[in-house]
């Protein structure tokens, strides 16, 4: 795979057999952002070494005395036809791809401290920022979406602005701001737009272009690091304000924000797909309000998308995933390769930071000296001089969780409470949050905690309207959604034909996991793929027990009976969580996760 991501430097299909329009040009920095990922996680010497030897041959190899480092052999190749709004058919990737070589340096000599990537990556920043200067081009008039994806450089901008002080940096990072909050609106003014009224679906000409999921939430995540580096307030306000939109409009049933890979008003259709992409960028964007806010539901977000829709996009072995999550059918949209390559794909390029990302949101320690909690899932952290360990088996077991704390002097804890617990034992006592936290002491040394969460399953009753009812709309690109639907349902799947959905049904949760019926927990392909829906006939679930195993429930990781009532009435089902219920790439089996 590494290897392929080189050879891009040197074929230049993104410009020649791309049509100026491909983007291997990312591929070479997601690898080796995973990398930086593993040398910072595992502090592995070997892997330290092995990784620099291959990142200063290939920096040898393929930057430019002036800087310029991209598979484009055509630097000025920034733009295809940038000044009209309506464009579709021609992309461009130039700024794009660069940004993920430009970040993967950056975080290469985070790792590592080695100078040599550290200088290769100011020499890619001092070459784009001249360029643009003297094209007299400002980047929203570049790459696709309005700038957008070229837009999204500001993260790894930033990031250099603060390893390195040079005030140029900034100022390009402004420049960028400036265009995103820009006057006359456009397509590519996303801050600006985060405070409107309407639906983000309602923003665009043709929303099933403009209103691109995973570049909008780079440039997001981007904004919220410029925040951090000024303190602009509208930066961070925007972002809290499409923050918003989201969770109202976009939080898809998998756990994800978005519908396919665009904002189209998620929350209606009863068909979910999502990116793997943009799960990834969901994440990232909720870790950078949590640490940044010290709110709490954005910890729950991070945990509802990661034990879902991630894990539902990842293949049980972990050498590639989906590009789409479905809520329901035979199996995800496994990723094929893309643009040109044989062995790469955007999605799975970036699924292994996710791991490290999700890893390092465990615990923090917070401005005031304080420890926090954030995640329960069974690991061994360090923040600081505190040594974290959760232990459990959460969220798959009862409830029962146990957290060690290790400090060289007394020090506040702070335990999240996920927004989902009706109620939370600590040591046998109910307590009582507030703003999502509870507070406890901890003395030198080792302390430990017992919690107890209320691991009861719970109801979501989605509803919107009938699929098959909406009209067409110009936001749907002159397509009906079901149309959409059916289209992405069935492309490289045809084993989905008939099985999209027109109504959503009632979503089970247990804990911060989502249910689901399917052929590895041990449910009939009928009852699973079933149209109906319990949200309109008073079904409640509850209870919910443990299965004993056999072989028709050997592939659920923990398979569960689920009851649920009515009066008199039971009804019993098998499930599991929905990731392991879903993550294998065959077309026989068959899941769901709407009741």
Request: net charge neutral.
């Amino acid at each position: 795979m590494y290897e392929e991501a080189v050879n891009a430097f040197r074929t230049h299909w993104d410009e020649t057999d791309g049509h100026g329009a491909g983007w291997q040009n990312e591929y070479w920095g997601k690898t080796m952002l995973c990398f930086a990922g593993a040398v910072a996680y595992t502090r592995d010497p070997a892997l330290r070494a092995w990784t620099l030897d291959r990142v200063h041959a290939f920096v040898k190899e393929f930057q430019k005395p002036n800087g310029y480092l991209s598979t484009y052999a055509t630097e000025d190749l920034l733009h295809i036809n940038p000044d009209n709004p309506n464009a579709e058919a021609r992309w461009g990737f130039n700024i794009w791809g660069r940004k993920y070589t430009l970040w993967a340096l950056i975080e290469l000599h985070r790792a590592t401290g080695d100078k040599f990537c550290l200088d290769a990556a100011v020499k890619m920043a001092d070459h784009l920022i001249a360029q643009l200067k003297r094209l007299n081009m400002p980047i929203a008039k570049t790459g696709s979406w309005w700038g957008i994806s070229s837009g999204s450089i500001l993260r790894p901008m930033v990031e250099l602005y603060h390893l390195t002080g040079r005030t140029a940096y900034l100022d390009f990072c402004r420049d960028i701001v400036r265009g995103l909050d820009a006057e006359p609106s456009n397509p590519g003014t996303i801050l600006r737009d985060a405070f409107r009224k309407e639906k983000i679906v309602d923003w665009y000409p043709k929303a099933t272009y403009w209103a691109k999921a995973y570049e909008i939430q780079s440039c997001l995540e981007g904004l919220v690091a410029y925040y951090r580096a000024t303190g602009e307030r509208r930066a961070l306000d925007g972002v809290i304000a499409y923050h918003r939109h989201l969770v109202d409009e976009e939080l898809n049933p998998m756990g994800g924000a978005g519908y396919f890979d665009h904002f189209l008003n998620a929350r209606a259709h009863a068909n979910g797909m999502t990116e793997l992409c943009d799960v990834v960028h969901w994440i990232r964007l909720n870790r950078e309000l949590l640490l940044l806010t010290g709110e709490a539901k954005y910890a729950d977000y991070i945990e509802e998308a990661f034990l879902n829709a991630f894990l539902a996009g990842v293949s049980r072995d972990g050498r590639w995933g989906a590009h789409i999550i479905r809520s329901h059918g035979t199996r995800h949209l496994f990723a094929p390769a893309q643009t040109g390559m044989k062995l790469h794909q955007c999605c799975p390029d970036n699924m292994m930071r996710t791991y490290f990302d999700y890893a390092a949101t465990q615990a923090a320690r917070t401005a005031d000296g304080a420890v926090a909690v954030m995640l329960y899932t069974d690991g061994r952290c360090t923040v600081g001089d505190a040594a974290v360990e959760v232990a459990g088996g959460y969220p798959w077991s009862d409830g029962s969780v146990s957290v060690t704390v290790d400090t060289p002097a007394p020090t506040t804890v702070r335990f999240r409470v996920p927004a989902w617990c009706a109620s939370l034992s600590v040591a046998g006592v109910k307590t009582t949050p507030r703003d999502g936290w509870v507070a406890a002491k901890a003395g030198k040394g080792r302390t430990a905690w017992e919690f107890g969460f209320d691991m009861r399953p719970r109801l979501e009753r989605w509803t919107g309207p009938e699929e098959e009812e909406l009209p067409p709309s110009p936001q749907m690109h002159s397509h009906e959604i079901p149309k959409y639907t059916v289209h992405f349902m069935e492309w490289y799947t045809p084993d989905m034909a008939g099985l999209s959905r027109t109504r959503s049904g009632v979503r089970v949760l247990r804990g911060p996991l989502v249910l689901a019926k399917g052929r590895l927990a041990g449910t009939s392909r009928a009852e699973t793929l079933c149209a109906t829906t319990l949200r309109d006939e008073g079904w409640s679930a509850a209870r919910i027990a443990p299965a004993a195993r056999t072989a028709e429930n050997a592939g659920a990781f923990h398979p569960w009976i689920l009851t649920f009532t009515r009066g008199a009435e039971e009804k019993s089902v098998p499930v599991g969580d929905f990731a392991s219920v879903s993550n294998i790439d065959d077309p026989s089996n068959w899941f769901s996760l709407w009741f």
